[in-house]
């Protein structure tokens, strides 16, 4: 009981020992004691032998009464509710009242006393042993420390042990049924092997870019809490509850009825290793496929995902025209004096002009068509990938310089065109697929295409207007400006081609062949990350040194275009108004009478234009062969040159050292037959 008496005292060092465990507490006995007799030296030795049992019931009840505190959790509260049991009905209840009432009788002796006490007492050593090694444990690690120890062959502790883990892994197997069956963790004392934390919420998962609600709303504990017996299905049953709490979050919790869905087994220690794993096995296939179907049945996930293609990574062609037809002189302003509201209205009226022409089987798509945003993003494509990558700086000064459009009389600053994406609006559950994230990254894809698209629309507009110079006879002084405009049309044709037709295209089929096979979210989480990671890299957009370089190449082609632009408009031939007339006239005029009067009036007109491209062409001559032209074509044949130089350079060895198959690629298209590597340094134009 450890009650002190005339004979047995406790010892000193139980108060003054600060390295003692506790609750350690041990007996001595008083030889002397004043006012009664010496014991016998033989009933002391005794004693002695017994007295170890009093200090471990000691011990006992001061640790039981110590982990029954509220801070110490569940599985320390029913542990030490374990031990009080063993302790009140082996030794109080029975064994001391036995002997009390021998005692008064006058039938007990010492030896007698320790006869029968003797196998209590081996009880009390063991569990003082057991409780001595999860002195400091609580949760899942005490749990896993008991189950872990082992009897060594004495059938009293095997027993003991038993006894103790069945009744501690209660509260543990309660807490694990929940979370694998309804997808909810009731642990105030962060005893689970899942940690819950409160601040990611689902609606951060669209709002922010490093929201990481699957990974970091719920993960395993990172210390020894995962019982080791349960470690091997460590993440089976962290991917279970997760699986069910997103169904909870939309309101489905009715689809975990047992009767109808899934029949849930209570889990217990008892139930052996083969049968808890059929459990968990079960739980995570019936929660598997329902949050897939969700995603995929419900909530139209595949859909979603072409309305994506379709115009994020313009598949849809038309929508690239119709939108820059309608956008393009608003896009072409800085993007301080854009109207975003403009833009998004003119985006809504080229998507609905799609819509409106798609067939049956594009318009189940484009249902969801009023999710696409316009966003204005107020900085470069790579230092949005500055952003996103926490790279530092910008564009080395040190790599050559492009033309800037400043010097043609354009304003400094970001344009619309550079500035201009995507956004795509969804809500929860789609968020955890479509996350803002992924949006991010599809927002990169798409303003690196919907640039080089542009600068390769720019560049056929050139050829357009070259083609009203057809008949000047300016082809042998035209001819540097011709072949630089080829040159760059081809470049960016074929990279284009490249990112739409090798990228793009190749890896979405990929894509949708892997999400037709999926069993479990995590698998399609993992396919469109892959998807969008193989996309970024493939399109150059992971390596910074070639998309410096790719960035300066597309700059030069696009002021090269714009310069051309003025330059055509400045010496267009007027001729639109005199055509008119003619035809006004030719439509007015009555032919059998007055034929012959109108071939007179057409020659005249015919003679006329003769003079006009004579004098025209003389005029263009002069402009082309002055030397402000000629050092303008001269600065960006320099230019084009260096900065393709630079790229193939970079571009071949980096196929070369990284073995990587996208890079080899993209070399053959651009350099099929070996030109371009060749004429980089032996090239020179001639003016």
Not at 381 to 401: Q, R, T
Not at 623 to 641: A, C, G, H, Q, T
Not at 658 to 681: A, E, I, K, P, W
Request: charged share 25%; hydrophobic share 40%; glycine share 4%.
């Amino acid at each position: 009981m450890g009650f002190e008496g005339n004979y047995i005292r406790i010892s000193q060092s139980s108060y003054n020992n600060e390295t003692a465990a506790p609750h350690e507490m041990s007996f001595v006995i008083r030889p002397d004691p004043p006012g009664y007799p010496c014991p016998d030296p033989l009933l002391i030795q005794l004693v002695y032998r017994i007295l170890p049992s009093c200090s471990a019931a000691t011990y006992l009840r001061r640790y039981c009464a110590s982990r029954s505190r509220y801070e110490f959790g569940r599985v320390s509260h029913a542990f030490a509710a374990a031990i009080s049991t063993i302790l009140d009905s082996c030794v109080y209840t029975d064994v001391v009242s036995n002997l009390d009432r021998r005692l008064q009788e006058g039938s007990l002796s010492a030896q007698e006393l320790w006869a029968e006490a003797r196998d209590d007492a081996r009880k009390l050593e063991i569990l003082k042993s057991i409780a001595e090694e999860v002195e400091e444990l609580s949760g899942g690690h005490l749990l896993g420390v008991l189950i872990a120890s082992s009897g060594g062959g004495d059938s009293h502790m095997t027993e003991i042990l038993d006894y103790l883990t069945s009744r501690a892994s209660l509260p543990y197997y309660e807490m694990l049924t929940t979370w694998i069956h309804g997808g909810e963790i009731d642990d105030p004392h962060q005893e689970f092997m899942v940690f819950v934390e409160r601040d990611v919420t689902k609606d951060l998962v669209g709002q922010r870019y490093d929201a990481d609600y699957w990974g970091g709303r719920y993960r395993l504990q990172e210390d020894n809490r995962v019982p080791f017996f349960l470690k091997e299905y460590a993440q089976t049953i962290l991917s279970v509850g997760k699986y069910l709490n997103v169904m909870r979050e939309c309101g489905m919790s009715h689809t975990f009825d047992p009767i109808v869905d899934h029949v849930r087994p209570a889990l217990s220690y008892g139930m052996g290793h083969v049968k808890l794993r059929d459990a968990i096995d079960s739980a995570f296939q019936f929660a598997a496929s329902k949050l897939l179907d969700l995603l995929i049945r419900n909530e139209q996930l595949i859909d979603h995902l072409q309305i994506i293609k379709r115009y994020f990574l313009l598949d849809q062609g038309d929508f690239f025209v119709q939108f820059l037809d309608l956008a393009g002189n608003e896009l072409e302003q800085n993007v301080s004096q854009l109207s975003e509201g403009r833009i998004q209205s003119l985006l809504s009226i080229s998507i609905q002009a799609i819509h409106a022409s798609s067939s049956s089987h594009l318009l189940s798509l484009d249902r969801h068509w009023d999710y696409i945003l316009c966003d204005l993003i107020p900085y470069s494509l790579i230092e949005h990938l500055d952003a996103v990558h926490s790279f530092s700086g910008g564009i080395s000064a040190a790599l050559p310089v492009t033309p800037s459009r400043s010097l043609y009389g354009q304003q400094e600053g970001l344009k619309g065109i550079e500035a201009f994406a995507l956004d795509y609006h969804v809500e929860w559950p789609l968020s955890l697929i479509l996350s803002k994230k992924s949006i991010i990254k599809y927002q990169l894809i798409f303003r690196h295409l919907f640039y080089a698209k542009y600068v390769e629309r720019r560049l056929f507009s050139t050829w357009l207007d070259h083609q009203s110079f057809k008949e000047l006879d300016l082809r042998s002084v035209l001819g540097a400006t011709y072949c630089l405009r080829q040159r760059m049309l081809h470049f960016m044709q074929n990279f284009v081609y490249y990112m739409m037709f090798e990228v793009n295209e190749p890896l979405w089929h990929k894509l949708m062949e892997k999400l037709a096979e999926v069993k479990t979210v995590d698998e399609l989480m993992k396919c469109h990350d892959n998807f969008q990671d193989r996309v970024l890299n493939e399109c150059l957009l992971s390596n910074r040194e070639l998309l410096n370089s790719l960035t300066k190449l597309m700059s030069t082609c696009l002021t090269f275009s714009e310069q051309m632009e003025r330059f055509a408009k400045a010496t267009k031939l007027e001729e639109e108004y005199i055509q008119y007339a003619t035809e006004e006239r030719a439509k007015r005029s009555n032919y059998g009478r007055a034929q012959k009067k109108l071939n007179q009036r057409l020659m005249i007109d015919k003679e006329l234009r003769d003079q006009r491209v004579r004098d025209h062409t003389a005029r263009m001559k002069k402009e082309v062969l002055s030397d402000p032209y000629r050092r303008m074509i001269n600065k960006f044949v320099e230019v084009f040159d260096s900065n393709l130089s630079k790229f193939m350079t970079q571009l071949l060895e980096d196929s070369r050292i990284q073995n990587h198959s996208h890079l080899t690629n993209l070399c053959t298209r651009l350099d099929y037959n070996g030109f371009v590597t060749r004429s980089m340094n032996e090239r020179k134009y001639n003016f």
